[in-house]
């Protein structure tokens, strides 16, 4: 499967993106998607995940911002984010796995599928 990743751009603190992903090739119904981020200097940290099955997993520092979703007929899972901080900047890559396990969900080594990243840049 390959992913797409769209729809980041410069907002200001307070306001709202929403992100996509979108996947061609195989049907990626049965494929773990997730977000994670990389800011400038910074490792590449995990931000959401969403199950084929809905079940949604977030890291504490966006829970109750950030909202993922998916439309398997369109092949495509997006990321709402609100309330926007400065410390939310980063490229956002999607990524996913068809067997990948629950316990590593949060791992980006667990996804064997990337997207090519989108830069979010939220000013104060």
């Known amino acids: 499967v390959q992913l797409q990743a769209s729809g980041g751009g410069l907002v200001q603190a307070g306001g709202s993106l929403r992100l996509s992903c979108a996947a061609s090739g195989e049907s990626f119904r049965n494929y773990v998607v997730a977000w994670f981020r990389q800011a400038p200097g910074k490792g590449r940290d995990f931000v959401a995940a969403?199950?084929?099955?809905?079940?949604?997993y977030y890291a504490d520092s966006v829970k109750g911002r950030f909202t993922t979703s998916r439309d398997n007929a369109k092949k495509s899972v997006y990321l709402q984010m609100n309330s926007l901080k400065p410390e939310d900047t980063a490229v956002y890559y999607c990524a996913a796995s068809r067997s990948i396990i629950v316990s590593s969900y949060r791992n980006e080594y667990g996804y064997n599928h990337w997207g090519q990243g989108t830069l979010v840049t939220v000013s104060s």
């Open positions: 969403i199950r084929s099955d809905r079940n949604t």
